[in-house]
Nanobody
């Protein structure tokens, strides 16, 4: 079955960096696009970044452009989110997502807290 396991969240000061990882299994990772979403308390879950399967084309929410980088390692079945210049408004639970055979799958999420 499809499984997504996020890791790498934590508490970081404003201006700091974190790198999130999402380990995938149960599907042919290299042939599917992957996404990172985030959900802050009391808010909707929003798309943060998207990466295609083979070409590695990426797209970002305006709020994170120039600060976040999504990447993938198809040999390790893992997608990453490098987050730099973090701001308090980046505080949220971050989820990875994949759409396989018309069904969406989510990981359990990893908490990112940006605070001094």
């Amino acid at each position: 079955q499809v499984q997504l396991v996020e890791s790498g969240g934590g508490l970081v000061q404003p201006g700091g960096s974190l790198k999130l990882s999402c380990a995938a299994s149960g599907f042919t990772f290299s042939t599917y696009f992957m996404r990172w979403y985030r959900q802050a308390p009391g808010k909707e879950r929003d798309l943060v970044a998207h990466i295609t399967s083979t070409s590695g084309f990426t797209n970002y929410a305006d709020s994170v452009k120039g600060r976040f980088t999504i990447s993938r390692d198809n040999a390790k079945n893992t997608v990453y989110l490098q987050m730099n210049s973090l701001k308090p408004e980046d505080t949220a639970v971050y989820y990875c997502y994949v759409l396989v055979n018309g069904r969406g799958y989510w990981g359990q999420g990893t908490q990112v807290t940006v605070s001094s």
